[in-house]
Nanobody, 125 residues
């Protein structure tokens, strides 16, 4: 599986961006799809995920109510709509997929087998 993340950029506080993660090499419609982020000097942190094919979304508390994760199975693509962006959202955003992850491990980056290259989001104050 190859994952291609895109959509990052520079935005002002309060602005919006939509990230995309296109999968190739295998259909990921039944996989858990997640977004993580990593700011300079910080550990990678969970942002959001859709667990397998059930469709239910999970979010980190820091982004709940502002970010929305979704997937388009026909396009083998996942999205992260980010609204009301804050300077503390500045990071490289990475998408990940895994077919065998269990619900209790969704937020753990080391549980994911496949990763995209990341896309940089910079929110200016």
């Amino acid at each position: 599986v190859q994952l291609q993340a895109s959509g990052g950029g520079l935005v002002e506080t309060g602005g919006s961006l939509r990230l995309s993660c296109v999968a190739s090499g295998r259909t990921v419609s039944r996989d858990t799809v997640a977004w993580f982020r990593q700011a300079p000097g910080k550990e990678r942190e969970f942002v959001a995920a859709i667990f397998r094919s059930y469709g239910r979304a999970y979010y980190a508390d820091s982004v709940k109510g502002r970010f929305t994760i979704s997937r388009d199975n026909a396009k083998n693509t996942a999205y992260l709509q980010m609204n009301s962006l804050k300077p503390e959202d500045t990071a490289v955003y990475l998408c990940a997929v895994d077919s065998a992850i269990i619900m209790s491990s969704m937020t753990l980056s080391h549980q994911y087998d496949y990763w995209g290259q990341g896309t940089l989001v910079t929110v200016s104050s």
